[in-house]
């Protein structure tokens, strides 16, 4: 997401030709667009995105089990 972000800030510099960025190239100005493609594609590939997205879920069920735990008046256990 952050090469996204650098590319996009890249491109506003360049289209308004604000400071040094002006004088660039279009394809240095571009080349960030092709690293966020070749990222968000090896991410896909490997299973990143997934396996991110599961331990995002599976943190918040946990912190759900523990809030509902603590409401109970039970400690929740530690992580092992």
Not at 68 to 74: D, I, V
Request: aromatic fraction near 16%; proline fraction near 4%.
């Amino acid at each position: 997401m952050y090469l996204l972000g650098l590319s996009l800030l890249l491109l506003a510099l360049k289209y308004f030709e604000v400071g040094l960025v002006a004088a660039w190239s279009w394809w240095w100005v571009l080349a960030p667009f092709g690293a966020t493609a070749l990222w968000w594609a090896w991410a896909d590939s490997t299973g990143y995105t997934k396996r991110k997205a599961m331990e995002k879920m599976e943190q918040r069920k946990q912190d759900r089990i523990n809030k509902n735990k603590e409401a109970l008046g039970m400690r929740p256990r530690k992580p092992r």
